[in-house]
T-cell receptor, first 116, second 111 residues
Framework: DAGVIQSPRHEVTEMGQEVTLRCKLI?????LFWYRQTMMRGLELLIY????????DSGMPEDRFSAKMPNASFSTLKIQPSEPRDSAVYFC??????????????FGQGTRLTVV | GENVEQHPSTLSVQEGDSAVIKCTYS??????FPWYKQELGKRPQLIID?????GEKKDQRIAVTLNKTAKHFSLHITETQPEDSAVYFC??????????FGTGTRLKVLA
């Protein structure tokens, strides 16, 4: 298993453009998290899904942000229109249920987004 | 609201010394506490975890302790090495699916 896979690894875009970040979960995991990491705010949970259903999107900063999970293994995070303050590293993580076994979230390598 | 506080924000130790990072959580229902290590430019990686029915867990030079009554949990690294230098995050489970992370501790091990 290759772990959580994110693409692209780096994205540079102009303000106002649409950005789509992609994530493939670890096979067998049923929870999916999107995090944003900046120096100022640390690791922020944006949204998480369980069994493809969005459970909590209270961390999504604005309506410009949206996330989907069209199937059990794939998710996208879209920013439209993007702004310079969206510049950050965006991590996707997946997890089995916390009820048993090793259940921490396993992170992808992240997408470094720069909006100019 | 749900919150995890982590201290200190930075920690410098001499190689071979011990390092301790402390976290406090707010949700008394939290029952799972993972710790992550993030090296510069890389992803957070799970290094050790503890469940609420256990008070202490050890894995080689790393140990975690949990005090449920006080809602405190700590990471202990003994015989620190330069490769231990990284940012360490604690986290607490909220409900079945969610994790809240601490703000991170930047550990520097001085050779």
């Amino acid at each position: 298993d290759a772990g959580v896979i994110q693409s692209p690894r780096h994205e540079v875009t102009e303000m106002g453009q649409e950005v789509t970040l992609r994530c493939k979960l670890i096979s067998g995991h049923n929870s999916l998290f999107w995090y944003r990491q900046t120096m100022m705010r640390g690791l922020e949970l944006l949204i998480y899904f369980n069994n493809n259903v969005p459970i909590d999107d209270s961390g999504m900063p604005e309506d410009r942000f949206s996330a989907k999970m069209p199937n059990a293994s794939f998710s996208t995070l879209k920013i439209q229109p993007s702004e310079p303050r969206d510049s950050a590293v965006y991590f996707c993580a997946s997890s089995p249920r916390t009820g048993g076994g090793k259940a921490g979230a396993f992170f992808g390598q992240g997408t470094r987004l720069t909006v100019v | 609201g749900e919150n995890v506080e982590q201290h200190p924000s930075t920690l410098s130790v001499q190689e071979g010394d011990s390092a301790v990072i402390k976290c406090t959580y707010s949700d008394s229902a939290s029952n799972y506490f993972p710790w992550y290590k993030q090296e510069l430019g890389k992803r957070p990686q799970l290094i050790i975890d503890i469940r609420s029915n256990v008070g202490e867990k050890k894995d080689q030079r790393i140990a975690v302790t949990l005090n449920k009554t006080a809602k405190h949990f700590s990471l202990h690294i003994t015989e620190t090495q330069p490769e231990d230098s990284a940012v360490y995050f604690c986290a607490a489970s909220i409900g079945t699916y969610k994790y809240i992370f601490g703000t991170g501790t930047r550990l520097k091990v001085l050779a």
